[in-house]
Nanobody, 110 residues
């Protein structure tokens, strides 16, 4: 049974930082791993993707501020988010192949 469990969301002030984690079980994590987000009232969008070899791609809106990484030995993926803006407010989801986590809320507000 595949499980993806996100953690690390919360409320942060503009300019602050958060680190999200996604722990995967029941799936062989040679797959690409990705973070998506869904802002209030908007469609889900790709934030960043990382291949097993560590090659990464980012949405233009987060380039230079967010960093995706993975620990293949721990089957865990991370998203370091710096210089957060109110427009980064969203539910953040972990994705591997057809599987999704339950999401973790990130709210950027003063």
């Amino acid at each position: 049974q595949v499980q993806l469990v996100e953690s690390g969301g919360g409320l942060v002030q503009p300019g602050g930082s958060l680190r999200l984690s996604c722990a995967a079980s029941g799936i062989f994590t040679t797959y690409p791993m990705a973070w998506y987000r869904q802002p209030p009232g908007k469609q889900r969008e790709l934030v960043a993707i990382i291949l097993r070899a560590g090659i990464t791609t980012y949405a233009d809106s987060v380039k230079g501020r967010f960093a995706i990484s993975r620990d293949n030995a721990k089957n865990t993926m991370y998203l370091q988010m710096n210089s957060l803006k109110p427009e980064d407010t969203a539910v953040y989801y972990c994705n591997i192949d057809e599987y999704w986590g339950q999401g973790t809320q990130v709210t950027v507000s003063s």
